[in-house]
C-alpha cells in the first residue's frame, strides 16, 4: 500500500546491497524463534521471530512502550541483569544459542557491544575509557595502537588526540557519546547494538552519530532503536516495527527492506504508525 510518506531519505547504496567479500546476499548473524520476554508475571514481548543480517544496519521503531529496548537487551543478555526477566525461545548468534547453558553471558557482551541512551563514559581518561575492556580481558598487544584505531573508527580520534589524558567528562555529549562507541569497538566486537544513541543529543551530533553508523556497518552488524522515523529511514538497511497488543506485549508487525517499509508497507498498522494515525 502506498503511503504517500515524505520521509527525507537521503542517496545511499542500494539497500540490498550484496556482500563486498562475496557479492552474496548477507548472512544472518543473529535470528529470534519465537522470543518471548517476562518481567515476573507480566509479558512484555511475544513471539519474536526476526533474523539480523550481517554488515547491516536494522532499525527498531514502534510506540513507547512496545519492548523494542527489552528485545534489543536479548540480543546480548543485559535482560539477565535485571530481577524477575525471563527469556523463552531462542536467540542465535551465528547459528549458537545464547542462552544455552554453557555460554557465557560476560564474554558475549564483549562480542555484542551496547551503546545506551545516554553517553555513560567512566570518570576516567578519555584513554582509559577506550582502553578499559581491553585491559579487563588481558589484552597484550599495543595498546596506544588500539585505542587510537577506535577513536579513529568512532569519528573522534581528531577531537581527542590532545585531550587524551583530560577527564572524559569535559567532552561535550556528541563527543561522550562517540567515545562510547569507540570503548564498544575497542574489544573488536561482531555486533553493536544502540539504544536510541541520539536521544539526547542536538541535531549537529545526532548527524555526525547518523553518518558514523552508516560507516561502521561495512564491519559490523548493528541493531538501533530509535523513536525518530526519519533518523530510521537515514541510517538504516532494515527496519522492524513492534506495537502493544491487547495484552499489553509488544510483538513485530512488520520487517524488512527500510525503503518500501516507509513508503510501501504491507500492514495496515505499519502504513498507521508511519504516517502519525497511531503511536
Known amino acids: 500500500m502506498e503511503t504517500g510518506i515524505k520521509i527525507a531519505m537521503e ?24 522470543v518471548n520476554v517476562r518481567y515476573g508475571e507480566a509479558l512484555a514481548v511475544r513471539d519474536i521471530h526476526m533474523d539480523i543480517p550481517a554488515n547491516r544496519v536494522t532499525a527498531i521503531i514502534g510506540p513507547s512502550g512496545c519492548g523494542k529496548s527489552t528485545l534489543l537487551r536479548c540480543f546480548n543478555r543485559m535482560n539477565d541483569l535485571i530481577p524477575d526477566a525471563r527469556v523463552e525461545g531462542k536467540v542465535l548468534f551465528n547459528d549458537m544459542d545464547l542462552y544455552a547453558p554453557q555460554v557465557d553471558a560476560t564474554e558475549i557482551r564483549f562480542r555484542i557491544g551496547m551503546v545506551f541512551q545516554r553517553a555513560n563514559p567512566f570518570p576516567k581518561s578519555v584513554y582509559d575509557n577506550v582502553a578499559f575492556g581491553l585491559r579487563v580481558n588481558g589484552f597484550d598487544g599495543d595498546l596506544d595502537e588500539a585505542v ?81 522515523m526519519q533518523q530510521a529511514a537515514r541510517v538504516s538497511d532494515e527496519t522492524a516495527f513492534l506495537t502493544v497488543g491487547d495484552d499489553n506485549a509488544g ?19 505499519t502504513e498507521a504508525y508511519i504516517t502519525g494515525r497511531f503511536g
Open 11 to 34: 542517496p545511499q547504496e542500494p539497500l540490498e546491497r550484496p556482500s563486498p567479500e562475496t557479492g552474496r546476499e548477507p548472512t544472518k548473524k543473529l535470528r529470534t524463534i519465537g
Open 148 to 228: 587510537y584505531r577506535s577513536l579513529k573508527q568512532a569519528a573522534l580520534w581528531e577531537e581527542s588526540k590532545d585531550r587524551l589524558k583530560k577527564n572524559a567528562l569535559t567532552l561535550s555529549g556528541g563527543q561522550q557519546q562517540r567515545l562510547c562507541i569507540a570503548r564498544a569497538l575497542a574489544v573488536n566486537p561482531e555486533v553493536i547494538l544502540m539504544d536510541e544513541p541520539c536521544s539526547s543529543l542536538d541535531p549537529i551530533a545526532t548527524l555526525a552519530i547518523e553518518d558514523h553508523i552508516r560507516s561502521l556497518s561495512d564491519e559490523y552488524t548493528i541493531i538501533i532503536v530509535t523513536h525518530n
Open 251 to 269: 510483538y513485530l508487525v512488520e520487517h524488512g527492506n527500510t525503503r518500501q517499509l516507509f513508503t510501501n508497507p504491507t500492514d495496515e498498522r
